[in-house]
């Protein structure tokens, strides 16, 4: 490791290992690095838990756990990680220098720059019923790649509607793989399922597996 990496430090709410329950890598088993700390507030968010308090760890500590666990997809999320920018950058190259495969669930008021190209990006970009689709930081399309994903959480149809003026405007679909998932307990997966297949959007549907699974449960 180089110096950045042996020095950086990070907050880290929790590590552990379960199934992969979104996006492309949906069912691998996953280690995931929880960082701690968001400047969102997404009323449906699921992990307010790790707005504050976490341990600062090392990045050989924070490494060393996730070797533990022996897998080779490895997610970092929040929170939201990049509000850690530096060290979340240092972690993210360290894990793919180690042979990981790994992704970083960020929204999008992050600046997603600088990542490494190895990394893909899973930018959750805020709808209107989230409460902070002001805080969408549009010049990040721009900066998407092949490797990356875009995630739109829906709560109603009008957020559906949003959504897909944006998939439209942005031509989003040509850049990188889209992804619609309904908001846990408040939209009917059957709901935004049959808008989909109705309005034949270049979208992949998904569900929460790990909530299917385990229900709203913190570590799962």
Same mark, same amino acid.
């Given at each position: 490791?180089n110096e950045?990496?042996e020095?950086?430090?990070?907050?880290?709410t929790e590590?552990?290992? $379960?199934?992969? =329950?979104?996006a492309?890598?949906v069912g691998?088993?996953?280690?995931?690095?929880?960082?701690?700390?968001?400047p969102?507030?997404?009323h449906?968010c699921?992990?307010?838990y790790?707005?504050? =308090?976490?341990?600062t760890?090392?990045?050989?500590?924070?490494?060393a756990?996730?070797q533990?666990? =022996?897998?080779?997809?490895v997610?970092?999320?929040?929170?939201?990680?990049l509000?850690?920018r530096k060290g979340?950058?240092?972690l993210?190259q360290?894990l793919?220098?180690a042979g *990981?495969?790994?992704?970083i669930e960020?929204?999008?008021a992050?600046?997603?720059?600088g990542?490494?190209s190895?990394v893909?990006r899973v930018?959750?970009?805020?709808?209107?019923?989230?409460?902070? $689709?002001?805080r969408n930081?549009?010049?990040?399309?721009?900066?998407?790649?092949?490797?990356?994903?875009?995630?739109?959480?829906?709560c109603?149809?009008?957020?559906?509607?949003?959504?897909?003026?944006? %998939?439209?405007d942005y031509?989003?679909?040509d850049?990188?793989?889209? %992804?619609f998932?309904?908001?846990? =307990?408040?939209? $009917?997966?059957?709901d935004l399922?049959?808008w989909?297949v109705? @309005?034949?959007l270049p979208?992949?549907?998904?569900?929460?597996? *790990?909530?299917?699974?385990?229900? @709203?449960?913190p570590?799962?």
């Amino acid at each position: 490791m180089n110096e950045t990496t042996e020095t950086a430090r990070l907050r880290i709410t929790e590590i552990f290992h $379960s199934l992969q =329950g979104e996006a492309r890598s949906v069912g691998w088993p996953t280690v995931f690095v929880r960082l701690t700390g968001c400047p969102l507030r997404c009323h449906y968010c699921d992990t307010a838990y790790a707005f504050h =308090g976490g341990d600062t760890r090392s990045l050989p500590e924070i490494m060393a756990e996730v070797q533990r666990h =022996g897998s080779r997809h490895v997610t970092v999320t929040g929170g939201e990680p990049l509000a850690q920018r530096k060290g979340c950058h240092a972690l993210l190259q360290a894990l793919v220098d180690a042979g *990981h495969e790994v992704s970083i669930e960020t929204s999008g008021a992050m600046d997603i720059d600088g990542i490494d190209s190895r990394v893909s990006r899973v930018v959750d970009l805020k709808t209107p019923a989230s409460g902070e $689709s002001s805080r969408n930081l549009w010049s990040n399309i721009e900066l998407l790649e092949p490797n990356d994903q875009v995630k739109f959480v829906i709560c109603d149809r009008a957020d559906y509607e949003w959504a897909c003026a944006v %998939l439209a405007d942005y031509a989003l679909a040509d850049r990188c793989e889209v %992804l619609f998932s309904p908001s846990f =307990g408040q939209l $009917s997966g059957r709901d935004l399922a049959d808008w989909v297949v109705a @309005d034949a959007l270049p979208v992949r549907f998904q569900l929460q597996l *790990h909530k299917l699974l385990w229900g @709203d449960v913190p570590g799962r």
